[in-house]
């Protein structure tokens, strides 16, 4: 899979269908891992860049939603979840990101090389100063069965993945490996949703070689 990533020069919005965000190609979640879920919540995602961010928005048509994760790096994906692995490059070897985020904003981040392997936690210092738009409320304890639309949105600031690794500075033609998934492990419902297919009978997110590629226009 690939996705082409547009350059902005101006304020963004937290409003999915707002003006800056209406012309963005939009990607969806359509591959899964493990048995076919009961449950496959439509799920999609945009992506915009500037000189300074990247800005990662997603859109879940989601049932069966809870969030009870409440500290930075909590297990967030028992919870209703997206994540977004990356490498900041084309180079897998240098190893990727993975960013986790629940419905209610509560994230986990992380640089590592394989699972667990150089594994490196991003300082809070630094982790506060991703900007995170959840419309949902941060704690959702008893399980939501109705049809529910939640959105997240984060700003992810360069600055900071350069702290941690290797990384080809966004421009024009450059290009990032990643995928992006959703997931819900302790819900009534639990799902396992790729953007870029990974081949595997049992859930596993953490296999870069299945990564897609992100352009920089």
């Known amino acids: 899979m690939l996705y082409k990533i547009k350059r902005i020069n101006g304020l963004i919005t937290t409003n999915w269908d707002g003006e800056i965000w209406q012309k963005v190609e939009i990607l969806e979640l359509k591959n899964y891992m493990g048995p076919r879920p009961s449950h496959f919540p439509k799920v999609t995602a945009k992506l915009l860049y500037d000189s300074n961010n990247l800005y990662v928005f997603f859109k879940v048509e989601d049932k069966y939603v809870k969030a009870v994760a409440q500290k930075l790096n909590d297990p967030i994906c028992r919870d209703s979840c997206v994540e977004f692995f990356f490498t900041p490059s084309e180079n897998l070897l ?8 629940n419905c209610g904003g509560t994230m986990l981040i992380c640089h590592q090389k394989a699972r667990n392997k150089d594994k490196k936690k991003i300082f809070e210092q630094d982790c506060s100063k991703i900007k995170i738009f959840a419309s949902m409320p941060k704690i959702v304890e008893t399980e939501i069965d109705a049809p ?3 959105t997240l949105q984060y700003h992810l600031p360069f600055e900071i993945l350069e702290k941690y690794a290797k990384i080809d500075k966004p421009r024009g033609g450059a290009k990032w490996r ?6 819900a492990d302790n819900t009534s419902h639990p799902h396992w949703l790729t953007w870029n297919f990974v081949n595997g009978l049992k ?12 352009i920089f226009e």
């Open 148 to 150: 529910t639309v939640w």
């Open 94 to 101: 240098d190893g990727y990101f993975n960013i986790e985020i």
């Open 178 to 183: 990643a995928n992006f998934y959703k997931c």
């Open 203 to 214: 859930p596993d997110f953490h296999q870069p070689k299945y990564f897609g590629t992100l």
